[in-house]
């Protein structure tokens, strides 16, 4: 017989009331890979943050694929959904890195790419890609 138990750490990131979350993170081998997604799902509230919609069981039934140790998912949907479409992806990432005490190089590191992508993502010169 073979048993196996993982413990998940779960944080949320969201708006003042609560019900809509900037970013989801889930970490449970802190030697694996970071990976990052970005989506529009208005079912995660800071509340429920431990919650799995659809998109979050499809990325983490195949973590181990990729060796990811941590997923953090950033939302977009209270972005639009508030009426601050202009608040882009560069703006939430930045202030989220910050919110986690990152400098561009630190956040660089831990996403295995250099600073300059960091700084490009932020002021909206490259666009993202799936890694």
């Not at 889930?26 to 990052?36: C, F, H, L, Q, S």
């Not at 499809?58 to 508030?82: K, P, Q």
């Not at 490009?120 to 490259?126: L, Q, R």
């Amino acid at each position: 017989m073979m048993k196996n138990t993982i413990s998940m750490n779960v944080s949320a990131i969201g708006t003042d009331d609560g019900k809509s979350t900037f970013e989801v993170q889930r970490t449970w081998n802190e030697k694996g890979k970071k990976a990052i997604a970005i989506g529009m799902y208005p079912t995660i509230s800071v509340e429920n943050c431990g919650m799995l919609d659809v998109s979050n069981m499809h990325l983490l039934n195949h973590a181990n694929d990729f060796g990811w140790g941590e997923l953090r998912m950033l939302n977009l949907y209270a972005t639009v959904v508030n009426g601050k479409p202009k608040i882009m992806l560069s703006n939430n990432l930045k202030r989220i890195r910050k919110s986690k005490g990152l400098s561009q190089e630190e956040l660089a590191i831990k996403l295995n790419i250099v600073r300059q992508t960091v700084s490009k993502w932020e002021n909206g010169v490259s666009p993202t890609k799936g890694y």
